[in-house]
């Protein structure tokens, strides 16, 4: 999935707002919100049945499969911010109204992973990770010890430092072995978690050059050519890329 720079620092989706203002919504006129969250940005996630969470409570096992009584039957996901300060008691009852809502799995980024899975999964919800692969704004390990795995413009400025066009864009260059051996480790760790019923790449790219058309006038830019503040990356860092330093 590629998403581009919003307005909004946090470019995560928040069904808990939502969830702890109003009262519980039907499935139909959750699917009606939801409709209307998608075109406004926020994100429900949709896969076929191939794709299916496969760790539901058998007496919900059957009812999609039930229900669906067709060949064709889409499950519904949703993102949901896992940093909260919820304990087991509220993450289930956030959980069992999703699931009340027909939603089947959650994509979940941040938080306590073995709580809110274990909550979902109580819920009838399968619990997916969701993670930022080269955008590594959040992770300060990476940032304190090895700044040097961060991406350089054309202008020679890191992007650790001079994060392109909003404050969490901080990528790490993909050229460099080290980056690549440790992300490798931070997905397999959270892959061979039992916990844990898929791990989901996001940012898997460099920064963008040239934003959509769209969002130009957002960022007072004018990107009919390549600018090179944007453009990534000069780090250096393999000889086998188009590093021209
Ligand atoms: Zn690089």
């Given at each position: 999935?590629?998403?581009?720079?919003?307005?909004?620092?946090?470019?995560?989706?928040?069904p808990?707002?939502r969830?702890?203002?109003?009262p519980?919504?039907?499935?139909?006129?959750f699917l009606?919100?939801?409709?209307?969250?998608v075109?406004?940005?926020a994100l429900?996630?949709?896969?076929?049945?191939a794709?299916?969470?496969r760790?539901?409570?058998?007496?919900?096992r059957?009812?999609?499969?039930?229900?669906?009584?067709?060949?064709?039957?889409?499950?519904?996901?949703?993102?949901?911010?896992?940093?909260r300060?919820?304990?087991?008691?509220?993450?289930?009852?956030?959980?069992?109204?999703l699931?009340?809502a027909?939603l089947d799995a959650?994509?979940?980024?941040?938080?306590?992973?073995?709580l809110v899975?274990?909550?979902?999964?109580?819920?009838?919800?399968?619990?997916?990770?969701?993670?930022w692969?080269?955008?590594?704004?959040?992770?300060?390990?990476?940032?304190?010890?090895?700044p040097?795995?961060?991406?350089?413009?054309?202008?020679?400025?890191?992007?650790?430092e001079h994060?392109?066009?909003?404050?969490?864009?901080?990528?790490?260059?993909?050229?460099?072995d080290?980056?690549?051996?440790?992300?490798?480790?931070?997905?397999?760790?959270?892959?061979?978690?039992?916990?844990?019923?898929?791990?989901h790449?996001?940012?898997?790219r460099?920064?963008?050059?040239?934003?959509?058309r769209g969002?130009w006038e957002?960022?007072?830019?004018?990107?009919?050519?390549?600018?090179?503040e944007?453009?990534?990356?000069?780090c250096?860092?393999?000889?086998?890329?188009?590093?021209l330093m």
């Open positions: 999935m590629r998403r581009g720079p919003r307005t909004d620092p946090n470019p995560w989706s928040d808990g707002r969830l702890s203002t109003d519980p919504m039907k499935r139909r006129d009606r919100v939801a409709g209307g969250a075109a406004g940005g429900t996630a949709c896969s076929p049945e794709d299916a969470p760790v539901l409570p058998e007496a919900d059957a009812r999609p499969l039930a229900m669906a009584g067709a060949r064709h039957r889409f499950t519904a996901w949703t993102w949901v911010h896992g940093d300060d919820y304990g087991a008691a509220e993450w289930r009852r956030r959980f069992a109204r699931r009340e027909g959650v994509l979940v980024g941040g938080g306590d992973i073995e899975s274990g909550a979902a999964r109580a819920e009838g919800l399968a619990f997916h990770r969701w993670f692969t080269l955008n590594r704004n959040g992770d300060q390990w990476a940032q304190d010890n090895h040097e795995w961060f991406t350089v413009s054309r202008n020679l400025e890191s992007s650790l994060p392109p066009y909003v404050g969490y864009y901080r990528w790490v260059c993909p050229s460099r080290p980056v690549r051996e440790y992300l490798r480790g931070l997905v397999g760790e959270l892959a061979a978690n039992p916990a844990v019923d898929g791990v790449l996001d940012y898997v460099h920064c963008d050059v040239i934003l959509p969002l957002t960022y007072d830019l004018v990107q009919d050519t390549e600018l090179p944007f453009d990534f990356c000069y250096g860092g393999s000889s086998r890329v188009h590093n």
